[in-house]
């Protein structure tokens, strides 16, 4: 039978306890002790050798000065003895361990030789489910991530457009908690407003069929848009005046665009003073010249039409103004939307009057033509350009796709 290793240690720790009493066994074993002492100190410094608590012995008692060199040589001996009964004894408590992780390797060996191979296949089937779960649970953990950040926008957005809207009517003594202020407000634009519908009804006089008007009027300088008036008539095949009404109602109210973070126009519902009548805050989406305007909307059904109105809110007279409504560009916004019934056909006219009441000159900054070199007809090229893009966009019940064909109103 083969010998391990921890026989040969014990063999040669007993021949050299047999040939160490004699004064000629430090001079047989010189070569062998530096060689030992070699081995047992890279033992030492590997960290395999023995604890400090395994190597600690009651000290000798110290030579006088006169103690021969025998003497000396004797107890050198003794002491390198302790030491290399102690490394000995941990070298066989390290084969030992050794020869266990040895056996129990060629165990694991022989059980992995021995597995079937539908049994491998099972096991790299697993490992490839498993890896495949992982990956698709961290695909949910930053899904998930993402979709709390996305929350998180949102709420913050429209808490955003309340605290600023009540801040600023608080400083406009029109605060939307009041509900007797605010109906008083919203009744007294509502008058206002029908007071203009005879007005706009001349306007409509005379109108065609698929007719859209976008007369800008400038500043006196000629450079910059003063006022811009839409007029606007549109048919809709086979389709009641009601279902008509509808859809345009909940185009302009917001209901079909509040969550689409890349459409032109975003609306944001503030309040709703009652079914018919509801305060936004709307946002026209440009990468140049953006802008937000402050809506009340009212929708009146008559036995035989609908009128659809909104108007700006704001008090644009400058003492009342306040820095949370500051737009860079602002607008005093009137429409008129009349839906009546032609037949099987319903046909939409549609009246809108923007007057800029911001600060002058800061839209032709915006829009890039108010450098001097410029004539005056290309500025105004730009500019009227940059209205009729943002008329079709913002607001209108004459751009809607084509309606739905119903045969009765809703």
């Known amino acids: 039978m083969e010998?391990?290793?921890g026989d040969d240690l014990a063999g040669l720790w007993a021949e050299m306890m047999n040939d160490g009493g004699s004064d000629n066994a430090l001079a047989s074993h010189q070569d062998f002790s530096s060689h030992e002492e070699h081995f047992i100190s890279a033992l030492l410094d590997s960290g395999i050798g023995p604890s400090s608590a395994a190597t600690h012995h009651t000290p000798?008692?110290?030579?006088?000065?006169?103690?021969?060199?025998l003497e000396r040589e004797r107890q050198r001996k003794m002491m390198y003895r302790r030491r290399m009964k102690d490394e000995a004894a941990h070298l066989q408590d390290l084969c030992t361990h050794l020869e266990a992780r040895r056996a129990q390797l060629i165990r694991r060996r022989e059980r992995r030789l021995q597995q079937t191979p539908e049994e491998k296949q099972a096991i790299e089937k697993w490992a490839l489910t498993v890896q495949s779960m992982r990956d698709q649970n961290a695909a949910i953990m930053q899904f998930n991530s993402t979709l709390r950040d996305s929350i998180r926008q949102q709420i913050l957005m429209a808490m955003s457009y309340q605290r600023t809207v009540r801040h600023a009517l608080h400083h406009m003594n029109l605060s939307l908690a009041n509900d007797e202020q605010k109906r008083d407000k919203i009744h007294q634009l509502l008058v206002n407003q029908r007071a203009q519908l005879d007005h706009i009804r001349v306007k409509w006089l005379g109108l065609l069929e698929g007719e859209d008007?976008?007369?800008v009027t400038f500043n006196a300088a000629q450079t910059d848009i003063a006022h811009a008036e839409i007029v606007r008539c549109r048919r809709f095949h086979a389709t009641a005046p009601g279902v008509a009404a509808n859809r345009i109602w909940l185009q302009l109210t917001g209901d079909t665009t509040n969550n689409a973070a890349a459409a032109p126009r975003i609306a944001q519902r503030l309040d709703t003073i009652d079914p018919s009548t509801?305060?936004?805050r709307v946002y026209m989406n440009d990468d140049v010249?953006?802008?937000g305007l402050n809506v009340v909307q009212h929708r009146h059904d008559l036995p035989d039409r609908h009128l659809i109105m909104y108007r700006t809110m704001d008090d644009n007279s400058g003492a009342t103004d306040h820095a949370c409504f500051d737009d860079v560009i602002k607008w005093d916004v009137v429409c008129w939307l009349e839906v009546t019934q032609e037949g099987s056909d319903t046909l939409v006219k549609e009246y809108i009057s923007y007057t800029q009441v911001g600060h002058h000159a800061i839209l032709p900054a915006l829009l890039g033509c108010d450098a001097d070199s410029d004539p005056i007809t290309a500025k105004q090229t730009k500019l009227r350009a940059w209205m009729q893009q943002v008329v079709s966009k913002l607001y209108s019940g004459c751009k809607l796709p084509p309606l739905p064909t119903s045969s009765s109103s809703t």
């Open 3 to 5: 010998k391990s290793l």
């Open 60 to 69: 000798l008692s110290p030579l006088p000065a006169a103690a021969t060199f």
């Open 213 to 215: 008007k976008c007369n």
């Open 278 to 280: 509801f305060y936004t």
């Open 289 to 291: 010249a953006p802008f």
